[in-house]
């Protein structure tokens, strides 16, 4: 090659450097915003993303499904998917109707016959039926109104349907057995499901029809990281490959809240935490022993060796931000079981409970009272188990502490193969008590069975009227302080990190991300 050949070649190379670098800026400019991937880190992995086939909700599968009436910021009940119903009658019967512009992830309307289906499958198939009440029929009155008939009044419906358990899910998607909605996942929430990686995330993107207030979503995409490892989790946040780290472990809190780049959001937790057990086990048949059980354990204890203070003690069924809680039932559970560890041993030896071995477990008929106690993957919740335990030595109870996955304890509590388990339940209305607690043949963890009970929570359900609502429910508690099926324990506060953003919002409520307000900086 000639040397004027030679500078021609490398003008031309110059050339297409410049155009390749042109081009690169310029896709590196259209590029620029659109990477703002959101990695949120939880503890848990959700047992599935279909809200028909899951007793449990959380983060990671909420944002699929958008509700058909929602609390606002004061915990009212405000229209969502729904634009107003009409009561009709004695209460049996309500119409309602739908806004005409929300769209199921798959594209196809939420319209009326749409949330016929997906009631119908919820009411045939859910482990949460009974938050639907008991439903004689669901007519379609037009393309966007739809009438439910109950068979008795149901009080709790509209605070239920606040929640995702009653919002509608796109059943055209299903196959014609009813399933299939973990592959082809469509409900008409913020985020749509793009990837599940099971062990490891589950991977979202905004959702472009979803009401967004009048403005863009404010990132590209979201990945929700299951970290059981509480350590791990501070160190991928800490290293920014986690953006929002949430119930930030509580011996870390001061550490984060030093870090001028992170913010903290706390909200008081509606969801109280308690030790359970199966009282259809025989160990667990005598009233003292449930009794000596309460007595024996400190609250403060607990929250101060293992939540760093950031909780409250609760020691009646229902916490304060609960429809139904009662001051004067609070007061009576105090009064009751403060901890008193020789009245815990009095009632344990009038139980029969009345030998001791080498070991200073108690026994009676020659058997040690030793039981094994199920508690999930998180952390908190082990060493909360691990004070338990200690504590409930001290009366001679021998606790056998077992960690299992939280998908594990949601299968197989509700089958009653469990003695007792660390647990907690969320609900913003007392009929918590009746579809998940104590209900006649509802009780998915603590299978209680009294049939007083059960006429009371049953009248509960159907009383239109709150004040006398209110009433028997305090009534229901009461026996529920003396006969000690269960032991609250607290309600946690919960503590979510953040970083990045210019904007992020947790419902001070429902304790949720608020997707509509998340913005990434730019």
């Known amino acids: 090659m000639n040397r004027k050949r030679f500078v021609v070649f490398m003008m031309f190379i110059d050339f297409l450097l410049i155009v390749s670098g042109c081009n690169r800026s310029k896709e590196t400019d259209a590029n620029k915003g659109k990477d703002r ?208 780290l949430l119930n930030v472990p509580y011996q870390y809190i001061e550490d984060l809240e030093k870090d001028s780049e992170v913010t903290i959001k706390r909200v008081q937790s509606d969801t109280l935490s308690y030790l359970g057990w199966n009282n259809k086990q025989p160990i667990f048949q005598d009233v003292k022993v449930r009794q000596a059980l309460a007595l024996a354990i400190d609250r403060e204890s607990i929250i101060d060796n293992t939540l760093n203070g950031e909780a409250q003690a609760v020691f009646g069924p229902l916490p304060k931000t609960v429809f139904g809680y009662s001051e004067k039932i609070e007061t009576m559970a105090r009064d009751k079981y403060t901890r008193d560890i020789d009245a815990a041993k009095k009632l344990l030896a009038e139980a029969g409970w009345n030998e001791t071995n080498k070991d200073g477990v108690v026994m009676k008929d020659g058997k040690e009272f030793s039981v094994e106690l199920w508690v999930d993957d998180d952390p908190a919740n082990q060493r909360a188990a691990q004070v338990i335990q200690n504590q409930l030595m001290e009366i001679g109870v021998k606790i056998n502490i077992a960690v299992k996955e939280s998908a ?87 503590v979510t990190a953040i970083r990045n953003f210019e904007s992020f919002d947790v419902h001070p409520i429902n304790n949720t991300i608020e997707w509509t307000s998340v913005k990434v900086k730019e």
Do not use: C
């Not at 006649?440 to 006398?468: P, T, W």
């Open 37 to 244: 991937e959101v990695v949120v880190g939880l503890v848990s992995e959700p047992d599935s993303v279909d809200i028909h086939r899951t007793s449990s909700t959380g983060e990671a599968n909420i944002p699929l499904y958008d509700t058909l009436l929602k609390l606002d910021n004061d915990g009212n009940i405000v229209p969502n998917l729904i634009t107003d119903y009409e009561v009709i009658g004695d209460g049996k019967e309500v119409i309602f109707n739908l806004k005409e512009d929300a769209v199921f992830h798959s594209g196809k309307p939420v319209n009326a016959e749409a949330v016929k289906l997906s009631f119908e499958r919820l009411i045939s198939s859910s482990p949460f039926s009974t938050n639907a009440g008991d439903i004689d029929s669901i007519e379609v009155l037009s393309d966007y109104s739809f009438k439910i008939t109950w068979k008795d009044q149901f009080a709790p419906f509209f605070i239920n349907a606040t929640t995702p358990f009653l919002a509608p899910l796109d059943v055209s998607v299903l196959n014609g057995e009813g399933e299939g909605f973990e592959k082809n996942p469509s409900g008409s929430g913020p985020l749509k499901l793009v990837k599940i990686n099971r062990g490891d995330s589950l991977v979202y993107e905004p959702y472009k029809d979803f009401n967004w207030e009048s403005q863009k979503p404010g990132f590209d995409s979201v990945k929700f990281r299951f970290i059981p490892d509480e350590e791990t989790r501070i160190l991928e946040f800490k290293k920014g490959n986690v953006d929002v």
């Open 408 to 494: 594990t304890i949601i299968e197989q509590t509700p089958k009653g193969v469990h003695e007792m388990l660390l647990w907690s339940y969320g609900w913003p209305d007392a009929d918590v008590l009746n579809f998940l607690l104590f209900g006649k043949d509802k009780s998915k963890r603590l299978h209680y069975e009294n049939e007083k009970i059960y006429s009371i929570l049953d009248k509960a359900a159907i009383e239109m009227d709150q004040e006398d609502r209110s009433k028997l429910y305090e009534e229901a508690q009461e026996m529920l302080v003396e006969e000690s099926p269960f032991i609250p324990l607290y309600v946690k506060e919960n």
